[in-house]
């Protein structure tokens, strides 16, 4: 993952001086949302995975080979 670094920071104040927002380029923002997608696909993988493991170790499961027989045979 690449580190995000802005070189000038632009903010957005109310009337009392608050920090209210930020502006961003676009080239800094696109990364920040393909690396919010990036965790999102991280956090999906590692909630799947207890599941997976104990479907694998119950047996449950279809080969690939298998998959694309019953695949072939469906679409006839």
């Given at each position: ?14 009337a009392k001086g608050k ?8 080239k800094t923002y696109q ?22 493991a104990l479907e694998l ?20």
């Amino acid at each position: 993952m690449k580190t995000l670094a802005a070189k000038e920071e632009q903010f957005l104040t109310d009337a009392k001086g608050k920090r209210t927002g930020v502006v961003l380029n676009l080239k800094t923002y696109q990364r920040l949302i393909e690396a919010e997608e990036e965790l999102a696909d991280i956090h999906a993988y590692d909630s799947a995975l207890p599941k997976v493991a104990l479907e694998l170790k119950a047996g449950r499961y279809t080969t690939l080979e298998d998959y694309r027989a019953e695949r072939n045979h469906k679409s006839k």
